[in-house]
């Protein structure tokens, strides 16, 4: 990859060379499983494949604020795909998502496994299963769903673009990186200004909607991604700040924030969930280390 000018796109594309970078041993342009591996299968209903990526983030926390109101049948084991591995290519994994993306879930409550990828759609499907987080009001719903889809049309802005070629690309590009800069302070700047009349982004309830942003651009405020936060001067940002802070005290984040990861302090690493005594044996262990 070069950083000038000075390349000239073929006829043809040909895959004859890694991309480069953090994520080259997994990037390919085909589709379909490399290795065979059965998903495991717990004792809940509700069956998560994921990592703790913002995407897999919105899934564990949807599910920890489901249980959290009482909704027993949200019970949910979650188990660790290791995208860094390839999990993601396995044959038990692509039959769940076809597209080798985490968060795949498969509910088995009922006579027929049911299927769901994409974390938007996940937490949709959630959302009018239990009856949660999403308005049934019509307007309410409206407001709600855009956001939830600008969040899915925006973050590979953020991710795909900014933070790959600012923290993962093998060459600075200043161009790359200017223009996903430009767009990600856009988005910094869409959110801020609607934070700034409303409490939550649809509303003055909390949905799917804080859900499924809150994991990239509270996280993004916070300073948790790409080590970015001075490049971009977050702190400009005060609504999204505040409403970072504010999602960040709910219970139910923090411990949907612990679910499937593999990074920071081993103390906030749950990397598989089967019960929610998981996370009070994970307390026990980090005051035992104390």
């Known amino acids: 990859m070069s950083a000038t000018n000075d390349y000239t796109p073929p006829k043809v594309w040909i895959w004859d060379k890694e991309s480069g970078g953090r994520f ?5 342009p085909i589709a379909g499983p490399t290795h065979d591996k059965e998903l495991p299968i717990g004792r809940h209903p509700l069956q998560l494949y994921s990592q ?11 599910l920890e604020e489901l249980l959290a109101l009482g909704h027993d049948g949200a019970e949910y084991d979650a188990w660790l795909i290791n995208i860094n591995d ?8 692509v039959a769940v998502n076809p597209n080798s993306k985490i968060p795949a879930l498969v509910d088995r409550s009922g006579p027929k496994p049911i299927r769901v990828f994409e974390s938007g759609s996940i937490l949709v499907y959630l959302a009018e299963k239990f009856g949660a987080f999403l308005p049934t009001e019509t307007a309410a ?4 769903l855009s956001w939830l889809f600008w969040q899915m049309g925006s973050a590979p802005y953020l991710g795909g673009g900014f933070g790959h070629f600012y923290a993962y690309a093998p060459t600075k590009i200043e161009y790359a990186i200017d223009r996903f800069a430009m767009e990600t302070k856009r988005q910094l700047d869409v959110l801020d200004r609607r934070l700034a009349e409303s409490e939550y982004l649809g ?3 909390y949905t799917i909607a804080d859900i499924a942003v809150w994991p990239w651009y ?7 991604q790409y080590d970015a936060a001075e490049f971009l001067q977050v702190q400009e940002y005060k609504n999204v700040l505040r409403w970072a802070n504010q999602i ?3 219970p139910a984040v923090r411990r949907g924030r612990m679910v499937n990861r593999t990074s920071g302090e081993l103390s906030t690493q749950l990397r598989e969930r089967h019960d929610a005594s998981d ?3 994970k307390t026990q262990d980090k005051l035992a280390a104390k």
């Open 24 to 28: 080259a041993n997994i990037n390919r």
């Open 52 to 62: 703790g990526t913002p995407n897999g983030v919105k899934v564990t926390i949807m």
């Open 141 to 144: 719903r409206a407001e709600c």
């Open 86 to 93: 390839g999990d993601q290519f396995g044959s038990g994994f």
């Open 248 to 250: 960040e005290e709910r």
């Open 203 to 205: 509303g003055s309830e």
């Open 279 to 281: 996370f009070e044996m």
């Open 218 to 224: 509270g996280g993004l405020v916070k300073g948790r």
